[in-house]
């Protein structure tokens, strides 16, 4: 696979693998080096393979890593990559034996979700998991036949469904109050349920229950075209388009040995930040709403719409949409206005952040509220703005940096807290410093074609590649497999950073309170789409 080191391992070789990746890291959690996702993937020959995605130390373009136990990951031996320490991220490629493999969720818990759903959708069996209930599949679906694997027949299958309750751990007091909230929810929200155990307002237990939607999003990919995965990509998360359509082309670009021109890599650049500028301003309008600050939520959703707008007189779309394919974009941008254009807001934009700092009332609902330990958020696999905030610096526009990231300066906001105010702290330092980047780049952007589809390096020999991006919400991967005439898609694997961060939620709602909650779950941003893909 492009831009991996790749490993082929033997099922009982897996746990030997697992912890070889726990010993390279070390004592002190960090956020490189880690594992980062598994799928499972048809092989050439017919069978299924389950593939493990792992994530390696800062390209050596970047800063230097903090901590001496990622350099040991970086070195090309055994378990950790074959060929060689020059790769952003390493897999592991395994065979099952008779459709069974061992579980890895206790060595490295943000597996759990991984192997979870590829039981459920494949059919696979991991054995001693931690929790081998149904994700995807809610309880009272048959997991068998299974809805991905080769052969399945929906309109033959007998899928009958009886809804059952939700399998949780035993909560027994006589003063226990239960109350399950959702799918359907007041406003304008995701279907979703969440189960609450408290005692007056304190929470004991809590079980979100998501994939009410589950849309097949990935098996949608399934023989499509690179300009129709394109379209495809754009809609698994609608906030989070060009995250996705740049992760997807260069996924696709990286298959095919395809390389970008300059001036499109500079303007995905542009569309990248302008994406995440109206999503932290959306963020801190809706968080400002769950702390009754009435006036920061009108704000905050003003402003976004402003960049909405700017949006749609640059591109055609408020949501940036339509523009970035395989080879570059799909046509070109003027952006000779948009300087001037951000000058009209970014101002408010300032005095808008400093106003919500200085208000005691939001402060006060925000700290200490929903805190999230740096190991936990490290062990469960959380990303993006919800990492950074427990003190894990990690951002793939740096540390792997991609499109033009290379060619311009900024700094990554990490905080030490963990909880809600440390969270919309990062997000607050990422406006400003996408403000910096697009005014940077806007200088840098030289004339010429922004799409090319003709063979500029060598294509992977397998058809097959790995594409990311640091979308708003975190880290987000796409793992693109060709067909054998290299001009359908054969399998396409999302990482979503809701899909990761949603897990980690839970860890930050025990032990907390039910007045707390909304500002929690605000906190942290997520997506159902995102997670239900």
Not at 369 to 389: K, M, N, S, Y
Not at 399 to 407: E, L, T
Not at 453 to 475: C, H, I, K
């Amino acid at each position: 696979m492009r831009h991996c080191d790749t490993a082929r391992l033997s099922p009982a070789e897996l746990p030997g693998a697992a912890d070889a990746l726990l010993t390279a890291l070390g004592d002190i959690p960090s956020a490189h080096g880690r594992m980062q996702m598994a799928y499972a993937c048809g092989g050439n020959d017919g069978g299924l393979d389950v593939i493990y995605v792992v994530s390696t130390p800062r390209s050596p373009q970047a800063a230097p890593a903090p901590h001496g136990g990622e350099a040991a990951l970086g070195r090309p031996s055994g378990f950790l990559g074959s060929q060689g320490a020059n790769q952003p991220y390493k897999i592991w490629r395994v065979r099952p034996r008779d459709h069974t493999l061992p579980s890895l969720a206790d060595k490295l818990p943000l597996l759990g979700w991984y192997e979870r759903e590829m039981m459920d959708l494949y059919g696979l069996r991991f054995t001693d998991h931690p929790e081998p209930n149904p994700l995807v599949l809610h309880e009272g679906m048959p997991r068998e036949p299974a809805p991905f694997a080769h052969g399945f027949d929906i309109h033959a299958a007998a899928l009958d469904f009886t809804p059952q309750p939700p399998i949780l751990p035993q909560v027994l007091g006589h003063d226990i109050q239960r109350l399950p909230f959702g799918p359907v929810r007041a406003d304008i929200v995701e279907s979703a349920q969440f189960l609450f155990f408290y005692i007056g307002e304190g929470i004991l237990h809590y079980h979100p229950r998501l994939f009410y939607k589950h849309r097949a999003m990935e098996a949608r990919f399934q023989g499509a075209d690179a300009r129709t995965g394109s379209a495809l990509a754009e809609r698994v998360s609608g906030i989070d388009s060009v995250a996705h359509a740049l992760a997807f082309a260069q996924a696709v670009e990286g298959a095919m040995g395809w390389r970008a021109p300059p001036r499109s890599r500079y303007l995905r650049v542009i569309l990248a930040e302008l994406e995440r500028l109206y999503n932290h301003l959306h963020y801190l309008g809706r968080l400002s709403k769950t702390t009754t600050l009435k006036v920061g939520e009108a704000q905050g959703l003003l402003l976004e719409e402003r960049l909405k707008q700017i949006n749609g007189k640059l591109t055609g779309s408020r949501f940036l949409r339509g523009l970035i394919t395989p080879g570059g974009l799909r046509r070109d941008l003027d952006v000779s206005g948009l300087d001037a254009a951000l000058d009209t807001v970014a101002d408010d934009i300032d005095s808008y952040l400093q106003r919500l700092e200085n208000t005691r009332s939001h402060l006060d609902r925000l700290m200490t509220t929903g805190h999230l330990d740096r190991q936990v958020a490290f062990d469960q696999g959380a990303c993006g703005p919800i990492e950074r905030a427990s003190g894990l610096d990690r951002d793939l526009r740096r540390d792997h940096p991609y499109a033009s990231y290379d060619k311009v300066r900024f700094s990554v906001s990490v905080q030490q807290g963990g909880d809600a105010h440390a969270r919309s702290l990062v997000r607050m330092e990422e406006i400003r410093e996408s403000l910096a980047i697009i005014r940077q780049v806007i200088g840098r952007v030289k004339p010429g074609p922004v799409l090319r589809g003709d063979v500029m390096e060598e294509p992977d020999p397998q058809g097959e590649g790995l594409g990311w991006a640091e979308a708003a919400r975190g880290g987000l991967l796409y793992a693109v497999h060709l067909d054998a005439t290299r001009t359908r898609l054969q399998r396409v694997k999302i990482k979503d950073p809701s899909f990761s961060n949603w897990r980690v939620f839970p860890f930050t709602v025990e032990d907390s309170n039910m007045m707390d909650y909304a500002i929690n779950e605000a906190s942290f941003g997520l997506s159902v789409a995102g997670a239900d893909r």
